[in-house]
């Protein structure tokens, strides 16, 4: 059923694709009957629960951030099976991002090119949506991807994640810090040491002044050197960091079969080329930090048999973006068994 909406879906602009769909959908679940039998079709039956940075987590595959940006859609994306859900990337300041298009369809390779940059309504009324999702929500697993605004300096993006912590500390149930995407400029320069002891040291800070913590995970780039990720991870270790996603989009084109056209717009690569890249860096990185800190492992997932690599590889949990949009609603239900 899916693949007939997804030939239609697919003749749209890609980005305008997305909004239709959940948007149609997101209006489709108000009706009660409805919302019920979706979420009856797409529940995972027999999924294990999982623990990880002090939550439990219903299943182990979430979405990742970049998805439902400005928490609009969490009410449709609840009935779908996924075991968290990760809004954002919110920053302090509404921003457009960059100039459309700026999201771009590999289909022969089963990929996505996006230069989004960080677009979203600002991460005050992000936060008014979550709180008012968990209201009737309280068990669904919320987080929240926070960075920093296009024009702020890079010797102030600390403030900035300071900004959006603060306002949705009491709405998600954990945050990651975004330093990583390739599609804000100079953004990838936070994944320095200094830079980013300071933002990392200085959230765990408030965190602590706070009744209850929240668990802090670190974003990072699949394009970093070695002598970099170890500076990271030392890092991590270093001050008792809560996680780790592994990774963001990539610069890197090799190996793609689609037009050149496509291959050769600028933005991040997600998607089934990045499966044997991202797996081989998870596995580098539990071996260097030998498992100290726990890692959500994301970049080409489409499979039960993927997600089985990286659960047995040692990590926690895996999260899925473009498979969502390959294999439709079910994507979930069809990994879980």
Known sequence: MYLFFRKLLFLLNAEKAHEFSMTTFSALIKIPFFKKY???KFNPEGA??????????PNAVGLAA????NAQYLEALSVLGFGFIEIGTVT?????????????????DKALINRMGFNN????LAGERVRKFKTKNKSIIIGGNIGKNKITPNDEAWKDYEICFRELHDAVDYFVVNVSSPNTPGLRELQQTDFL???LTNLQKINLEKPIQKPILLKISPDLNALQLDEV???????KLDGLVV???TLCREGLHSRQELTTQAGGLSGAPLNKSSYKLLCYILEKTKKQVPVISSGGIFTGMDVQDRIGAGASLVQVWTAFVYEGPGVVKKILQ
């Open 197 to 199: 002891r300071n933002i």
């Open 92 to 108: 302090p300041l509404p921003q457009s991002g960059n100039a459309a298009p700026r999201l771009f369809r590999l289909i022969k």
């Open 66 to 69: 970049g998805f439902d940006k």
């Open 247 to 249: 990774a963001n989009t």
């Open 233 to 239: 991870l030392t890092l991590a270790l270093d001050i």
């Open 121 to 124: 309504e600002g991460v005050k």
């Open 38 to 40: 979706l979420r009856k």
């Open 48 to 57: 294990k629960n999982i623990t990880a940075f002090g939550l439990t987590f």
